[in-house]
């Protein structure tokens, strides 16, 4: 029995192909992987598969191997995690007269890591019913901030250079997308009358802020058609400026559904405020997306009523975009079921794989890539775009909690030098309402800038 797939071994041929520029042919003979290159002799053997990276499980070894004891140049680190190697060979890399072995299964991590295959069917979730960083194998082996995959291709990138010699491989360069969930667009534009009355009598009952008081009630009446420009969550404008001054289109994910009325928002995609946003928004050259609403990820039929329903808004106004992508809300995911309904709603591309309670690279890489969905052994119509890093992630107190600081931007920075360092794309999520200090608006502006 062979561990891949016909149809995975093809769709890792195409990420490979993505990746380096040429169509490489694989095959697996006696739990041995080739990769050839049509027109050549020579090719490289993966000859250690390992099965666990056939399974879903986090309890594995962990080895570093060490690139430059073998001649490499690693991108990142020298030491390389080196995920289900119980010990290392005393090299790890072998060239000879027909091309090259590698001791290491680079292609079944590749497998393992990008299908999500180590979180499908898990119990050890957490309160949002969400696969936790801390029940990864990355985190508790301390490779969560580093996208090893890209580290590992790098690596069999400069093995490709030595048995295919004057092979010209595919140049990437780095980039940043940035993405900002509208949980809540207007901090008091959509509260009800009786919403009102409570946060009015906060500020003057528990703050003693009569003015403030009276400015909620001046944004909440002077709201009715477009967010008002005080309201303090209407940071759309400045998110906007701050994209282009940085060349970067900043997408907007709106919620068009209620699954859960205590977290989902309080705005309608058909209001006349969101309709307006969405104009500006499309007239600036930035991008709408979908934000599903809380309790959607493991019911497909949710996802694509919600996906038809911003659609139609959208139409409506006149807004047409190439392609439609968006991120689940609180980043709820099911990897047996909420890849598959992004795919089935026709969205192009989804951007939540990251974890809630710490930043990095819960997919092993930041390059975007096609879906594969092992239950039915097929690649999907959908792009996944892993995101590195969520502002709470790393600011609030019940996740990394290190606060509007500069430990904070460090943190942030050092993820974003991981992607620069092999060529790939920081993915940031940052909501419209999660600026309450200046502390914030100075992390993010000088995080955007290249
Ligand atoms: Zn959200």
């Not at 994209?243 to 209620?258: H, K, T």
């Not at 920081?426 to 800038?449: A, G, K, M, Q, V």
Request: aromatic content about 12%.
């Amino acid at each position: 029995m062979n561990y891949f797939t016909s149809a995975a071994l093809l769709w890792l041929e195409s990420i490979l192909q993505e990746r380096f520029g040429h169509s490489f042919e694989l095959k697996e003979q006696k739990h041995m992987l080739t990769l050839s290159l049509p027109g050549t002799e020579d090719y490289i053997v993966f000859d250690s598969l390992q099965p666990i990276f056939h399974q879903s499980r986090s309890d594995f070894s962990c080895k570093l191997w060490c690139a430059s004891g073998e001649g490499f140049q690693a991108p990142i680190e020298d030491l390389i995690p080196a995920p289900a190697m119980d010990s290392l060979p005393t090299r790890l890399i072998e060239l000879h007269e027909q091309g090259g072995t590698i001791h290491y299964d680079i292609l079944g991590l590749t497998y393992w890591m990008l299908t999500r295959l180590e979180e499908i069917g898990r119990t050890d979730l957490d309160n949002h019913q969400r696969f936790p960083a801390i029940s990864s194998h990355a985190f508790r082996h301390g490779y969560l901030e580093r996208p090893i995959i890209d580290e590992w291709l790098n690596i069999l990138g400069q093995v490709m250079l030595r048995v295919w010699p004057g092979i010209e491989l595919k140049q990437h360069k780095f980039n940043m997308k940035v993405s900002h969930d509208v949980d809540c667009p207007a901090s008091y534009a959509f509260q009800s009358v009786k919403g009102l009355i409570r946060t009015m009598g906060g500020n003057v009952l528990v703050r003693k802020d009569i003015p403030a008081s009276l400015r909620s009630l001046w944004i909440w009446l002077n709201s009715k058609q477009a967010i008002h420009p005080r309201d303090p969550a209407n940071t759309f404008d400045w998110l906007m400026s701050q994209s282009e001054d940085n060349g970067l289109v900043s997408a907007f994910y709106f919620i068009c559904g209620r699954t859960d009325i205590s977290k989902d928002a309080k705005y309608d995609p058909e209001m006349p405020q969101i309709r307006r946003l969405m104009r500006e928004i499309h007239q600036r050259g930035h991008e709408i997306g979908l934000h599903p609403s809380y309790n959607t990820y493991n019911r497909p039929e949710e996802i694509i009523k919600e996906a038809d329903r911003l659609r139609k808004v959208c139409e409506e106004e006149g807004i047409q975009q190439n392609e439609w992508g968006g991120r689940m809300h609180f980043l709820r995911w099911d990897q047996a079921i909420t890849q598959k309904a992004w795919a089935d709603a026709s969205m192009s591309y989804d951007s939540t794989l990251s974890y809630a309670d710490r930043p990095g690279f819960r997919c092993g890489t930041c390059f975007e890539y096609t879906a594969f969905d092992v239950a039915t052994d097929k690649p999907l119509a959908l792009r996944i775009r892993p995101l590195v890093a969520m502002d709470c992630t790393v600011i609030a107190k019940h996740y990394l909690g290190l606060g509007a600081t500069e430990t904070a931007y460090e943190k942030f920075n050092e993820l974003k030098n991981n992607c620069r360092k092999v060529d790939g794309v920081f993915t940031l999520l940052w909501h419209n309402s999660f600026f309450s200090s200046p502390n914030d608006f100075s992390i993010y502006r000088r995080l955007i800038s290249k």
